[in-house]
């Protein structure tokens, strides 16, 4: 059997509730071969967890965590003042104020600790998957090809979204 490849991403959440937002991180990761793992802990519901965690990310081999949280989403800050690695935030829009009380709370850390914080919702949660693979893809030559070749399907994706309003418009249609 394959030796199973260490994780390089952890993908954190502070609740099962923002797994579904997450997904699109994970899928990214998927879809680049980076080995990554789903980890579930709570700043405010079990500290000592997200502590033991974030003390332990770099020891275990780990280059990039990618913090999603909702509410008063302090667990990224939490884990990138416990950690060296980078810490990418995403904001999940899990209460009446649309997500904006969790981008504030990832995004508004004093100088000293940074949470590279996205977009909230799905596309902040794409977003750090990318962002994490543009890291990785520093030291890695495939992983660099990978993302070169996806930056260009983007492109060709707008091209051919052009050439379908093109034919819309033409004057026989
Ligand atoms: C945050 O509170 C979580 O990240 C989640 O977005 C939000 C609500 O959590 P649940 O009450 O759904 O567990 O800590």
């Known amino acids: 059997m394959a030796k199973k490849k260490d994780v390089l991403v952890s993908v954190v959440m502070g609740s099962d509730s923002d797994l579904s937002v997450m997904m699109e991180a994970v899928n990214i990761l998927k879809a680049f071969n980076v080995p990554h793992e789903v980890y579930l802990t709570s700043a405010h519901r079990a500290p000592e967890r997200t502590t033991t965690f974030a003390k332990n990310a770099q020891k275990r081999g780990i280059e990039v965590i990618i913090v999603g949280a909702g509410a008063a989403a302090h667990l990224a ?95 026989e249609n």
């Open 77 to 171: 800050g939490v884990i990138a003042a416990q950690t060296p690695l980078p810490v990418i935030g995403v904001p999940i829009d899990a209460t009446s104020l649309g997500g904006l009380d969790a981008l504030l709370s990832t995004l508004q850390m004093p100088g000293g600790i940074p949470v590279a914080t996205m977009t909230i919702g799905k596309a902040g949660a794409k977003n750090a998957g990318l962002l994490a693979v543009r890291i990785l893809a520093l030291q890695d030559k495939n992983l660099a090809k990978a993302l070169d070749v996806y930056i260009a399907n983007l492109a060709a994706g707008v091209e051919k979204k052009q050439e379908k309003i093109n034919d819309a418009l033409r004057p």
